[in-house]
């Protein structure tokens, strides 16, 4: 397989000049993304901005979240050439453009009708991998013919079912994603008042579950299709999506039954890091759902730095939980992290303007994490360390 150059992220900022140059013309979306989370606001209903923006109990998580990046400062180094950067990262045996991929995010129908195959069609057109939420409002086989040749990684929700999980994987694998992401912070649904607010719960109306409604292992379950007795339909899915009494060694019949990496999601002790090396796992996520979970919670980035010290170079690390702006990604390399997730913001971007606004959050990320990286005096993400970072540092 013939490695892509490297891409200028960078470059996108003078295409917006040159457009309002030559036709007037600005951006449909804000450049600036953490103005989308407002826009979104007034564009989606109470229930539906709620279940994306929300978090576990007071917000206490996702307040820790941004407080663990802002704690850090970038310390930016001159006279280094940084006339030539590249921000292509190996990770699972392939070569990505930027050390970032989109987060699962469940029931993007509720966001705009389009849902998961617009987001998975714009981080193809962009070269970036798509996690595919197993809550999705989209059978993974729409998804991925959606994506045609893009990268694209699977996120379990771990079900009491065996037989459905194992159809999940065989599913996943003849489609063509290629690594598993196993969520663990969610055998149970947290306390979450902005849903409970509203009573709004899309799961409970079928929405979210198009990956279980197509599955013939979930339908054998069923005395009656889903179309003829959604109520039944939907109890049966919550009676098996999560299980709260999956363990460590439960891990071993997950490697049986899939080819592939497979990558935890949720780790922020890095006891919890070391055993995922020891049970044979391919890289870990430090993530605390975005706050979705447990209040209260360490923030991730705070969580980061002893995670990756404590599996070293064995296996990868990943981040998410906070990401919103270049100097975002930045920190979190700089912190351990080998690539980062993107969740909210992405939504967000579907939300306000589809697939288009998917790309456009790709490309201002990316674009002004190119620039800070050059600014700052570094030419590829794999440079970053924690030198690079005025600021509170853990180990061990």
Do not use: C
């Not at 996108?12 to 030559?22: A, M, T």
């Not at 045996?93 to 195959?117: F, N, Q, W």
């Not at 057109?125 to 197993?134: D, H, M, T």
């Not at 990756?308 to 919103?324: E, K, Q, T």
């Amino acid at each position: 397989m013939t490695t892509p150059p490297p891409r200028d992220w960078a470059s996108f900022q003078y295409k917006i000049y040159l457009n309002g140059l030559i036709s007037g013309s600005v951006p449909r979306l804000p450049t600036d993304l953490t103005r989308l989370e407002r826009l979104a606001e007034h564009r989606l209903g109470p229930g539906p901005f709620g279940y994306v923006a929300g978090s576990a109990g007071s917000g206490a998580t996702e307040r820790a979240n941004r407080a663990a990046l802002d704690a850090h400062r970038i310390v930016p180094r001159m006279l280094r050439d940084v006339s030539a950067r590249d921000l292509r990262t190996e990770l699972f045996g392939r070569t990505l453009p930027a050390p970032m991929a989109l987060a699962p995010v469940g029931v993007l129908s509720i966001l705009h009708p389009d849902a998961e195959p617009a987001a998975a069609r714009a981080a193809a057109a962009e070269g970036v991998p798509f996690v595919l939420s197993s809550a999705s409002s989209t059978p993974m086989e729409e998804v991925a013919a959606a994506m045609g040749d893009g990268e694209r990684w699977f996120q379990l929700y771990w079900s009491k079912d065996r037989e459905v999980t194992r159809s999940f994987l065989d599913r996943a694998g003849a489609a063509g994603f290629t690594a598993l992401f196993v969520t663990l912070d969610t055998p149970l649904l947290a306390w979450r008042p902005r849903d409970l607010d509203q009573a709004y719960l899309p799961f409970l109306h079928g929405v979210g579950t198009a990956n279980y409604f197509t599955d013939p292992a979930f339908l054998a379950g069923l005395a009656k299709p889903p179309h003829e007795d959604p109520n039944a339909a939907v109890l049966h899915f919550v009676s098996l999506f999560a299980d709260p009494g999956k363990t460590w060694p439960d891990l071993a019949w997950l490697r049986e039954h899939w080819d592939g990496p497979i990558v935890l999601k949720g780790v922020l002790h890095p006891d919890d890091a070391r055993a995922a090396v020891e049970a044979g796992m391919d890289g870990v996520v430090v993530s605390n759902h975005g706050g979705r979970q447990v209040n209260g919670s360490i923030g991730a980035a705070a969580a980061l730095p002893a995670v990756a010290a404590a599996v070293g170079d064995r296996v990868p690390v990943l981040f998410d939980s906070g990401i919103r702006t270049g100097d975002d990604v930045f920190k979190a390399l700089a912190l351990g992290a080998r690539a980062v997730l993107l969740g909210r913001p992405y939504a967000y971007g579907l939300a306000l303007d589809g697939q288009a606004g998917v790309a456009h959050v790709v490309r201002s990320l990316l674009a002004e994490f190119e620039l800070t990286l050059a600014l700052s005096g570094h030419r590829t993400p794999g440079g970053l360390d924690a030198s690079a970072l005025d600021g509170p540092t853990h180990g061990g």
